[in-house]
């Protein structure tokens, strides 16, 4: 499915000379002409929606950093100055502040989709690592992002950051002090992080070029999760363009409808109040939370009473999916066909949402206000330190312990043999007089 | 499927279609014009660098045969302070036949405040600040290429090809000159 056809046929001249030297156009039909399953849902628009994430964050930071300065002393006002004097320069920033959390929701939901259909398993594992190294690249440029405007929370947040590396035994305290480029967070700090904030989404690019290039050599999964038999390719595929464009572009504008309701009503409502206040060293805001697409994260960090075992399961709950193509041992993809499966899975979407709701609460706040509880080891059972212990453990739980044991036991439905059998028996299947190609109607 | 509705097509004529496509494509270009104005016009001067447009200048600062030099815009401007013997030279070669770019030195100062001279400080051919006192008109010689002006900032000899720019300024008081 992945080596289709060249329908490309250069007309004029120009485009003859270019096709014998650098089939550039060519290469461009062929990935508009591009075969794909028929049955993509909106759930797969999400592609489409992250790569105008990135182009969306990658041309406003470029504009930004026009009129910023990285300079302890000039950051924070630089910044003010892009939102009172610079011309739309409040709407570019807010466009920007505000594109880091679509391109987190963008994320979250791609990834959801990848782990419902079982879209990291053979022969896709490269596509679903790469996207990995890109979900972690892309929450090392938030975090470096976020310091740049040199606020309160930039400051702490940068502060208590950096610190997590300081947990490695023996060699964190040296890391830590060539990190910060000296003893604490400065403006050595400030200026790499700058550097280092303008040079990795071009990584992510890079990233994003090998995850589509893997998507097109192993070709897209689907709803139903079956591998499209090469003699059923011409009934259930249709061509990229115009079929998955316009349905990429109408899923773009109700983003777009989303991403405007937050940049032109609410542009501080994803953000946190105490970032207006310039970095002050010498005093720590009352309550330091990071951005909300951190709180799943933080969350299971302060879940660990020892400080480097907190470190090592924040990492190794972004690094468990990685390894995620070899903790499922099912044969079969997509989760509509694995019953079980499917009931974890959305226990594991309330555990991930309820992490990040725990993240942004005090740790001994308790959970049912005016309920008593009873104190276990190091804290009140009904306190939020319990509640996140108990979601980190699932969180664990699903991917090393309930994936590799339910694929091995479990009893799937009857998976179709074409994409189009469901469709064709289902309860919804289309009437037999419906248009059969509506693109010929006037 | 009723088709009654639908208009026969033509030859040649633009059907349903086609209107779908250009009122799409117009929509297409017209946001994204939308969305390049605010990232073109940002690099535009803000809001802070156009309010410092004009400056104030007291005029006492500046001895008779001498200039002094401020920054306005980011550009120097020369005010002159010019001797009787200067402004005599400079009107009687108002009609001089060397000049590039004829002016007279009354079309060049502030009625009743000729002995002032107030002039951009960048020679007109590449922007050089030329030398004061200096070159075969004793106005300014520009050591880059080599122009040479008169006392009334006229070019009269080199690649320069105008004399050198009054900017936009008033008397704000006899002693007081607002430039921009």
Known sequence: ????????????????????????????????????????????????????????????????????????????????????????????????????????????????????????????????????????????????????????????????????????????????????????????????FF????LLPFAILGCVVLHLWALHSAGQNNPVGILIPADRSKKDMLPFHPYFTLKDGFAIILFLLLFAIFVFYQPNALGHADNYIPANPLQTPAHIVPEWYMLPFYAILRAIPDKFGGVVAMFSAIGVLFVLPWLDTSKVRSMRYRPTMRTFFFIFLVVGVGLGWCGGQLPDAPVIPGLGGVVLLDGNLNSYLWLTRLFTAYYFLFFLVILPFVGLKETPLPIPATISEPVLTGADAMPAFAPASPEKKG | MAETGVIPEGEGDPNRRDFIHIAAGAAAVGAGAMIAWPLINQMNPAADTLALASIEFDLTKVQEGQQV?????????????????????????????????????????????????????????????????????????????????DASGRIRKGPAPLNLVVPDYEFASDTRVKIG
Request: aromatic share 14%; with cysteine.
């Open chain 1, 195 to 198: 550097s280092l904030h303008y």
């Open chain 2, 69 to 149: 030099v401020i920054k306005w815009q980011g550009k120097p401007v020369f005010v002159r302070y010019r001797t009787p013997a200067e402004l005599q030279r400079v009107i009687a070669d108002d009609h001089a036949s060397d000049l590039k770019q004829p002016q007279t030195d009354a079309e060049r100062t502030k009625p009743g405040h000729e002995k002032y001279l107030v002039v951009v400080g960048s020679c007109t051919h590449l922007g050089c600040v030329p030398t004061f006192g200096a070159g075969d008109y004793g106005g300014w010689f520009c050591p880059c290429h080599g122009s040479h002006y």
């Open chain 1, 1 to 192: 499915m992945s080596e289709h056809e060249s329908t490309y046929v250069p007309k004029t001249g120009v485009e003859k000379w270019l096709d014998t030297r650098l089939p550039i156009i060519r290469f461009g039909a062929d990935y508009m002409s591009l075969p794909t399953p028929r049955n993509l849902n909106y759930w797969w628009t999400f592609g489409g929606i992250l790569a105008l994430c990135l182009m969306t964050q990658i041309v406003t930071g470029i504009v930004l950093a026009m009129h910023y300065t990285p300079h302890v002393d000039l950051a924070f006002a630089s910044v003010e100055r892009i939102m009172r004097d610079v011309n739309g320069g409040w709407l570019i920033r807010y466009v920007h502040a505000n594109g880091a959390s679509m391109f987190f929701i963008a994320v979250y939901l791609h990834m959801l989709r990848g782990l419902y259909y079982g879209s990291y398993k053979a022969p896709r594992e490269m596509i679903w690592i790469i996207g990995c190294v890109i979900f972690f690249l892309m929450i090392a440029t938030a975090f470096l992002g976020y310091v740049l405007p040199w606020g309160q929370m930039s400051f702490w947040g940068a502060e208590v950051i950096t610190n997590l590396i300081g947990a490695i035994p023996v060699i964190g305290e040296p890391i830590l002090i060539w990190l910060r480029g000296g003893p604490a967070i400065d403006n050595a700090t400030l200026n790499r």
